[in-house]
């Protein structure tokens, strides 16, 4: 237990390029969230259907949907971790790699998305402006 803000260090918050790249890096290895304390909660982009639907449903939704659910999710995701406090590194880099809830989408869609993050500059550069609109950074 902490009794003294002055035994308090914070590291700086990450640049947003820290954060892109730390998507990049745990796109490919993103496993599911744990329900321990220091993992943050499962966090969702608003969608029509929801992920109880099944595979009908991530069918139903229109490609531009699809992807809009993807990047929300990831930038929503990457900005909760990023915002909070970790006194372990490994719980840290354990939350960053954790998977949110895709609503609406299925495993094989978000696989395709976490590819496209990696091989696909336009895509990626879109999660990036995600990622600044969601954290509240202005781009520099």
């Known amino acids: 237990m902490i009794r003294s803000r002055r035994h308090l260090r914070f590291a700086p918050a990450p640049p947003l390029a820290l954060?892109?790249?730390?998507?990049?890096?745990?796109?490919?290895?993103?496993?599911?969230?744990?329900?321990?304390?220091?993992?943050?909660?499962?966090?969702?982009?608003?969608?029509?259907?929801?992920s109880a639907a099944g595979p009908s449903a991530a069918a139903s939704l229109t490609p531009d949907r699809q992807e809009t659910i993807f990047l929300d999710t990831t930038a929503a995701h990457l900005c909760s971790v990023q915002s909070?406090?970790?006194?372990?590194?490994?719980?840290?880099?354990?939350?960053?790699?954790?998977?949110?809830?895709?609503?609406?989408l299925s495993d094989a869609q978000v696989e395709q998305y976490q590819q496209r993050v990696v091989a696909d500059p336009a895509?990626?550069?879109r999660l990036t402006g995600q990622l600044q609109r969601t954290c509240g950074s202005a781009p520099k």
């Open 123 to 125: 895509f990626a550069e």
């Open 84 to 104: 909070r406090v970790y006194t372990d590194p490994a719980a840290m880099a354990e939350a960053y790699a954790s998977r949110p809830v895709y609503a609406g």
């Open 19 to 50: 954060l892109t790249l730390a998507a990049l890096a745990t796109t490919g290895a993103l496993a599911g969230c744990g329900d321990g304390s220091d993992t943050p909660a499962k966090i969702t982009a608003p969608s029509a259907a929801s």
